[in-house]
T-cell receptor, first 111, second 114 residues
Framework: DQQVKQNSPSLSVQEGRISILNCDYT??????FLWYKKYPAEGPTFLISISSIKDKNEDGRFTVFLNKSAKHLSLHIVPSQPGDSAVYFC??????????FGSGTRLLVRP | DTEVTQTPKHLVMGMTNKKSLKCEQHMGHRAMYWYKQKAKKPPELMFVYSYEKLSINESVPSRFSPECPNSSLLNLHLHALQPEDSALYLCASSHSDRGGNEQFFGPGTRLTVL
């Protein structure tokens, strides 16, 4: 049973527009959420995180929103740039060492 | 220095070979991790070291043997691997092994077992 789900395997967005990547989770014990970006043949790069006591965290062009009641989080990238094209993984943890990753969403930003 | 480095970048080995993967970080992190990632799948946790001691083994076969010589180094010794062990092996580190800590990943070692 997947505890962290990214239901969209891919997303295509025009350069300059907003990219919205979604993630759902089932475990109510999760209290920390992270987004990673991964280029082919490279390790995941940490992007942004959010604690369950917040509903929004912003870092430059990246904003993560958390809706605890819906067990849903999203990553907004605005404006999107071609260099943002990568696979984005959502991950969650429950105050322990373990990160549970979603299956990833491949983002393509078209010039 | 905010990097996790891994060597080698690529490794091809036969099923009877013994090889080692190496990982290094100089961020003062006290937790280090080994992950395995197959194509189009998320990373899967293998081992966790906390303060140089093995704290978690996620039921990994004994043909994978981790070692933490000091707080900056993490090795993964490989012996008698199978072709299905071919994958990207990722090392990561974090401030501690408690929640709320971002894990920083290395670039990975692409392993092919023939």
């Amino acid at each position: 049973d997947q505890q962290v789900k990214q239901n969209s395997p891919s997303l295509s967005v025009q350069e300059g527009r907003i990219s919205i990547l979604n993630c759902d989770y089932t475990n109510s014990m999760f209290d920390y959420f992270l987004w990673y970006k991964k280029y082919p043949a490279e390790g995941p790069t940490f992007l942004i995180s959010i604690s369950s006591i917040k509903d929004k965290n912003e870092d430059g062009r990246f904003t993560v929103f958390l809706n605890k009641s819906a067990k849903h989080l999203s990553l907004h990238i605005v404006p999107s740039q071609p260099g943002d094209s990568a696979v984005y993984f959502c991950a969650a943890s429950d105050s322990s060492y373990k990160l549970i990753f979603g299956s990833g969403t491949r983002l393509l930003v078209r010039p | 220095d905010t990097e996790v480095t891994q060597t080698p970048k690529h490794l091809v080995m036969g099923m009877t070979n013994k090889k080692s993967l190496k990982c290094e970080q100089h961020m003062g992190h006290r937790a280090m991790y080994w992950y395995k990632q197959k194509a189009k799948k998320p990373p899967e946790l293998m081992f966790v070291y906390s303060y140089e001691k093995l704290s978690i083994n996620e039921s990994v076969p004994s043909r994978f043997s981790p070692e933490c010589p000091n707080s900056s180094l993490l090795n993964l010794h490989l012996h008698a691997l199978q072709p299905e062990d071919s994958a990207l092996y990722l090392c990561a580190s974090s401030h501690s092994d408690r929640g709320g800590n971002e894990q920083f990943f290395g670039p990975g070692t692409r392993l092919t077992v023939l």
